[in-house]
Each structure stands twice: as structure tokens, then as C-alpha cells.
T-cell receptor, first 112, second 113 residues
Framework: NAGVTQTPKFQVLKTGQSMTLQCAQDMNHEYMSWYRQDPGMGLRLIHYSVGAGITDQGEVPNGYNVSRSTTEDFPLRLLSAAPSQTSVYFC???????????FGQGTRLTVV | AQSVTQLGSHVSVSEGALVLLRCNYSSSVPPYLFWYVQYPNQGLQLLLKYTSAATLVKGINGFEAEFKKSETSFHLTKPSAHMSDAAEYFCAVSGGSNYKLTFGKGTLLTVNP
């Protein structure tokens, strides 16, 4: 039982490149989300999904796309990387509104 | 909309001293409240949660928090700090059937020998 698995753990991109951050969970939770963590800013919600085929924008969605074709997977796509997207990205899953979220170990992304 | 304010981005205590990390929330619906801890280069780990049962909640590693509706607060305490408590702590709120979890900006706890 791995919980929430994020890949890769580290990534360096050049400005303008695209890439996909992978997130997979084996907890059968309907709700999944992506956050970015920046110093002094806490965790900010990028996109979220309440189930397969349903996604919505969070607080800071610009420059990111998501899709949810299965319960298990929730990839985050950077369309054209910018230095402002240098951050640590966390994927999380959650079973319901009164339950806690379970987090992956994070992806540290640097855009040069 | 919901929000969380964590007072003090950095708290420093001596080993054995009381730890108090402050969290105030804003919510138009009954809130569910959480404290998470993040050790360097790791993900977030749940310390404790309030889900409308007992107002005094006990968590892991000797931490506890008290929900005070009149003060819209959910402060985290530990009677005696240990060196291993040094980490960043996040307060979070959800509620209203939208599943979103809104985080505060975090408090970095330093424990001095």
C-alpha cells in the first residue's frame, strides 16, 4: 500500500518546455488535488478533482492543466514552463470532507 | 470562502519549553480543522484533526489543539518541546461539502538546546 506516489522527485526544465508531473494513489479516494508550495506562501491549490472525469480550478491554475481519466491517476501538465513555476508540487488525495488529506512526497521543480 | 491565519511565521523555543502555535480561521460553515507537520524535504503528515466531536483534540507526538468557536481559533500546543519537533507546521480548514482544504502560510518551529 504505497499511498500517494509522485514522479519525478526532482526536475529541471528550460523556459518554454512542457512536462507532466505524475500522481497516483492506491487508496481509492475520490478527491484529488495539486498544490504548490513556495517559501512564506504555504500550500496553494492549483487544480482539484472530485472524481474521474471531473476537474476544477483552484487558487492558482494559470499555466497548468489536469485530467482525471481514472480514480487512481491525476497528472499535472505544465504547458510552457516559466521561472515563476519553480516550486515544490504536492499531490494529495482525500476520502471525504471530514477526513484528512494524504500527501505525496513532492516534486521539486526548477525552471531556468 | 474559507481562510486560515497562522500568527508568527517563525517560533523559537528552548528544549523542554511549552510549544504554542497559533491558528485562526474564517469559515461561513461549520469548519473541519487540521494541523499538519512537514519535516525538511518531506511531504505533509497529519498531526491531528477536529471534526466537530470533542473540542480538545489529541494528536501524535504529544501535540494537542483546542477548538474555540467564539475565538475562531485552533491553536496547537505541546507541554515540552523536543529537538525532534523542529519542523514547519501548517493549519488547514475545510467544510461546506466542497472537499477543498485551505492552508495557512505555515509556522517554522525551531527548538534550541
Amino acid at each position: 500500500n504505497a499511498g500517494v506516489t509522485q514522479t519525478p522527485k526532482f526536475q529541471v526544465l528550460k523556459t518554454g518546455q512542457s512536462m507532466t508531473l505524475q500522481c497516483a494513489q492506491d487508496m481509492n479516494h475520490e478527491y484529488m488535488s495539486w498544490y504548490r508550495q513556495d517559501p512564506g506562501m504555504g500550500l496553494r491549490l492549483i487544480h482539484y478533482s472530485v472524481g474521474a472525469g471531473i476537474t476544477d480550478q483552484g487558487e492558482v491554475p494559470n499555466g497548468y492543466n489536469v485530467s482525471r481519466s481514472t480514480t487512481e491517476d491525476f497528472p499535472l501538465r505544465l504547458l510552457s514552463a516559466a521561472p515563476s513555476q519553480t516550486s515544490v508540487y504536492f499531490c494529495a488525495c482525500r476520502q471525504g470532507e471530514i477526513t484528512e488529506a494524504f500527501f505525496g512526497q513532492g516534486t521539486r521543480l526548477t525552471v531556468v | 470562502a474559507q481562510s486560515v491565519t497562522q500568527l508568527g511565521s517563525h517560533v523559537s523555543v528552548s528544549e523542554g519549553a511549552l510549544v504554542l502555535l497559533r491558528c485562526n480561521y474564517s469559515s461561513s460553515v461549520p469548519p473541519y480543522l487540521f494541523w499538519y507537520v512537514q519535516y525538511p524535504n518531506q511531504g505533509l503528515q497529519l498531526l491531528l484533526k477536529y471534526t466537530s466531536a470533542a473540542t480538545l483534540v489529541k494528536g501524535i507526538n504529544g501535540f494537542e489543539a483546542e477548538f474555540k468557536k467564539s475565538e475562531t481559533s485552533f491553536h496547537l500546543t505541546k507541554p515540552s518541546a523536543h529537538m525532534s519537533d523542529a519542523a514547519e507546521y501548517f493549519c488547514a480548514v475545510s467544510g461546506g461539502s466542497n472537499y477543498k482544504l485551505t492552508f495557512g502560510k505555515g509556522t517554522l518551529l525551531t527548538v534550541n538546546p
